[in-house]
């Protein structure tokens, strides 16, 4: 009989395999699902290092360019201040702190002096007579260029034969008739700011006469200058009394129409303005008005002197 194969060489074998480390077996989709985060990291990385570079390679201006700067704010835009507005510095003061009206009466029948005292460019208040040949002419200009218009409202002088013309109020009339000739005569200066009154040494004495004229020129919203043609007016007096806005004259400047004398008044003019911090002066359409105009004109312009529209002095 053959001998049986030995045993030894089984149990040598088995023996072996016994001694040998055995690793875990790991399933394929866990190992590949790692291996993509590891590369989905890697590539994140990658991108923000070369993120870094860029940037830091950007010259400068490139960099401001990109990085939104913080707006910075809005100036706004430079606006000149009114010419009323109070002086807020010793500088400014200088600038306007007198302020003198100067109002143009009797307008109405000469163009040509019209005409020179509006290139003149100076803020004269024109005063207009009703019913002469060219007081719609002037009226239409004087709006057009925006200066101050007035109706000059004749009214009864003491000694009557001065009166020459129409639209006179007259101390006889009615209340009823007083206003009427009030409305003709606006009708014939139309868009009037105010109201003046042509001679009317009289008519202004009169506080009755003066409560009707001027509580209608308050009606209808307008203001009125007492022109005092006489020391004993009482217009202003009345008008400040109805409410109604009002001033009154302080210099006439061409009583005597000679130039040298209506300089002097221009320089009283100016004087009382710096007293007073204000003033009227009430001057014709002469000549000689307005040569010495022109030759105080560096001097109206200057030393704190402004000259403002009349509506700007009533109150």
Not at 72 to 95: A, G
Not at 148 to 164: A, S, T
Request: proline letters at 6%; glycine letters at 4%; a positive charge.
């Amino acid at each position: 009989m053959g001998r049986r194969p030995s045993s030894k060489k089984k149990n040598k074998k088995k023996s072996g395999t016994r001694n040998k480390i055995r690793w875990p077996r790991t399933r394929p989709w866990i190992t590949i699902s790692i291996l993509s985060v590891l590369v989905i990291i890697s590539l994140a990385v990658l991108f923000l290092l070369k993120g870094e570079k860029k940037e830091a390679a950007l010259p400068p201006a490139e960099i401001k360019k990109t990085i939104p700067l913080p707006a910075e704010p809005q100036k706004e835009p430079s606006v000149k201040e009114p010419l009323t507005k109070k002086p807020s510095s010793v500088v400014e003061k200088k600038e306007s702190l007198y302020q003198i009206a100067i109002v143009i009466d009797d307008l109405g029948n000469n163009k040509e002096m019209f005409n020179r005292l509006l290139n003149m460019n100076l803020s004269f208040s024109f005063s207009v007579l009703p019913n002469q040949d060219y007081s719609l002419y002037i009226s239409r200009k004087v709006r057009n260029k925006k200066y101050d218009l007035l109706l000059h409202l004749p009214m009864e002088p003491e000694d009557n034969e001065k009166i020459k013309g129409e639209g006179f109020i007259m101390s006889d009339m009615t209340p009823n008739e007083m206003l009427k000739q009030l409305n003709n005569d606006l009708k014939a200066v139309p868009n009037v700011i105010g109201v003046n009154n042509h001679m009317g040494s009289f008519l202004t004495q009169d506080r009755k006469a003066m409560a009707v004229v001027l509580g209608e020129i308050k009606r209808k919203g307008l203001f009125f200058v007492d022109s005092r043609t006489t020391s004993k007016t009482v217009a202003y007096d009345v008008a400040r009394k109805l409410g109604l806005k009002s001033a009154m004259r302080d210099v006439f400047l061409d009583d005597i129409e000679d130039e040298k004398e209506i300089i002097k008044q221009i320089e009283l003019l100016i004087n009382t303005a710096r007293k007073e911090g204000r003033a009227i002066a009430i001057g014709h359409p002469r000549p000689s008005t307005i040569a010495a105009l022109e030759k105080m004109l560096p001097a109206l312009k200057s030393n704190g002197i402004e000259v403002v529209p009349v509506s700007r002095l009533v109150n």
